[in-house]
């Protein structure tokens, strides 16, 4: 299990910019694989994108370009780097570590940051 603690979320117009934090309790090079993910109002959470070891990064479609994921493993951090925001970036996000064990792999989930972006 690993204890994920997100920050960084807010209030910002359209086209600006924030950036993501999620600190990890355990040291990411034991962690295969995080990332973020986001839900709107009503709707399914959805991936924003993705980190593993190389490191390789996968992203939605929405977001590439504007985007950014990256980790600091000093700080056993994932950051996402958010310019160029629209207000359908509205939602909660959250941070996903996934784990893989002798029994599988296991997901383990940050509380969520709120990101308004207002028109």
């Known amino acids: 299990q690993v204890q994920l603690v997100e920050s960084g979320g807010g209030l910002v117009q359209a086209g600006g910019s924030l950036r993501l934090s999620c600190a990890a309790s355990?040291?990411?090079?034991?962690?295969?694989?995080m990332g973020w993910y986001r839900q709107a109002p009503g709707k399914q959470r959805d991936l924003v994108a993705t980190?593993?070891?190389?490191?390789?990064?996968n992203y939605a479609d929405s977001v590439k370009g504007r985007f950014t994921i990256s980790t600091d493993s000093a700080k056993n951090t994932v950051y996402l780097q958010m310019n160029s925001l629209k207000p359908e970036d509205t939602a909660v996000y959250y941070c996903?570590?996934?784990?893989?064990?002798?029994?599988?792999?296991?997901?383990?989930w940050g509380q969520g940051t709120q990101v308004t972006v207002s028109s």
């Open positions: 996903k570590a996934t784990v893989y064990s002798g029994s599988g792999y296991r997901d383990s």
């Open positions: 355990r040291s990411i090079f034991s962690i295969n694989a």
């Open positions: 980190i593993t070891s190389g490191p390789t990064t």
